[in-house]
C-alpha cells in the first residue's frame, strides 16, 4: 500500500462528484463520459452542444491545472499496442451496450441508489480486477 | 448557452478532479485494480468522495420539477436489469483491467501527448461506433424479421 493516496483522492472525488451535481441540476443531464462521448458518436438528436462544451472542459483540465501553477501530471501506460487496441475497443463497446461507465454507474447511478448501476459497478469491478490478474500474474507482462 | 457553459465548468471539473486524484493514470488505476500485487485502495476513496456530493446533487434536484437551465432531466433511458447489462458491464471491465483506462481519464490524458492515449482513445471510439452499428442493424432486422421469429 506503499502508494495510497487517500486525502488527495477524497479531494479530486469530491470534485467530480461536485462536477456530477452541477450538470444534474442545472443541465438535468448525466455525467456519464462514456454516454455523453456515445451521443456524439452515435448523434440521435440535435443535442451536440451541452456534450462537446462538457468534453472541451473534461480535455482542457489538465492545462488549467498546469496553468494555476500544479505542474502537468504524470502518467504512465503499461499497455502494448494489441493491449491498447483490445482494451480500447471492449471499453467503446462494453459500455455502450452496459450504457455507462466508471462516472455514469460507479458515481452517478451509485449514488442515486439504481439497482441497475449497482449491478454493473459490481460486474465491472469484478471483471477489472480478474482482467488485470490475468495480464500481471498470469501473462506477466 | 447557459446549458453549454454549465456543462463546460462541470467538465472542467470532472477533469481536474481526475487529475487531483491521479485517476488519470492508468498505472494509479491498475495499482487499485491488482489486488493480488502491493494494493492501492486510492480509487475506492475517489468514489467514496464522489458519491456523497453527487448524492446531495440528485437529492436537491429531486425537490425540482425540471433543471435550472432545461426544459426536463433526462434520466438514463433504459431502467431493465437484464443480460445486456451485464454483458456490457463485464466487457468494460476487462478493457479497463488490461490498460487501467476508462472513458474519462483516457480523454482527460490526450492532452499530454502520449501516442498510447491515442491509440486507445481511438479504438475506445471505434467500439462506439460498432456497437451503434450493431445496434442499428439489429433494430432493423428485428422490426423486418419480427412477425417471423416471435409472433405476438
Not at chain 1, 494555476?68 to 501530471?73: D, I, N
Not at chain 2, 468522495?49 to 438514463?76: C, E, M, T, W
Request: net charge positive; with cysteine.
Amino acid at each position: 500500500m506503499e502508494n495510497f493516496t487517500p486525502l488527495s483522492a477524497l479531494i479530486g472525488g469530491a470534485l467530480i462528484g461536485f462536477a456530477a451535481a452541477i450538470l444534474w441540476v442545472s443541465d438535468g443531464r448525466v455525467a456519464g463520459i462514456s454516454g455523453i462521448v456515445g451521443g456524439l458518436v452515435n448523434p440521435a438528436e440535435g443535442d451536440a452542444g451541452w456534450r462537446i462544451a462538457f468534453l472541451v472542459g473534461l480535455c482542457a483540465a489538465p492545462l488549467v491545472y498546469w496553468t494555476a501553477g500544479g505542474g502537468l501530471p504524470s502518467i504512465t501506460i503499461t499497455g502494448s499496442v494489441p493491449l491498447l487496441l483490445g482494451g480500447g475497443l471492449l471499453v467503446g463497446f462494453g459500455t455502450r451496450l452496459g450504457g455507462g461507465c466508471t462516472s455514469g454507474h460507479g458515481v452517478c447511478g451509485v449514488s442515486r441508489l439504481s439497482p441497475r448501476s449497482l449491478v454493473a459497478t459490481l460486474v465491472f469491478m469484478a471483471a477489472g480486477f480478474a482482467a488485470t490478474f490475468a495480464v500481471r500474474h498470469i501473462v506477466g507482462s | 448557452m447557459k446549458q453549454s457553459f454549465a456543462a463546460l465548468v462541470a467538465g472542467l471539473l470532472f477533469g481536474l478532479g481526475l487529475v487531483v486524484s491521479h485517476m488519470i493514470d492508468p498505472a494509479k488505476v491498475l495499482g487499485f485494480l491488482d489486488i493480488a500485487g502491493s494494493w492501492d485502495p486510492s480509487l475506492a476513496f475517489v468514489m467514496a468522495g464522489a458519491i456523497p456530493i453527487a448524492a446531495i446533487g440528485f437529492g436537491v434536484a429531486r425537490a425540482r420539477s425540471a433543471p435550472i437551465l432545461a426544459a426536463q432531466f433526462h434520466g438514463p433511458s433504459r431502467t431493465r436489469l437484464d443480460r445486456t447489462l451485464v454483458i456490457g458491464a463485464a466487457l468494460f471491465g476487462v478493457g479497463w483491467g488490461l490498460v487501467g483506462y476508462c472513458p474519462g481519464p483516457a480523454l482527460t490524458s490526450l492532452v499530454l501527448g502520449r501516442w498510447q492515449s491515442w491509440v486507445f482513445v481511438a479504438a475506445m471510439l471505434a467500439g462506439m461506433a460498432g456497437y451503434g452499428f450493431l445496434d442499428r442493424a439489429s433494430a432493423l432486422f428485428t422490426r423486418r424479421y419480427s412477425t417471423f421469429i416471435s409472433p405476438r
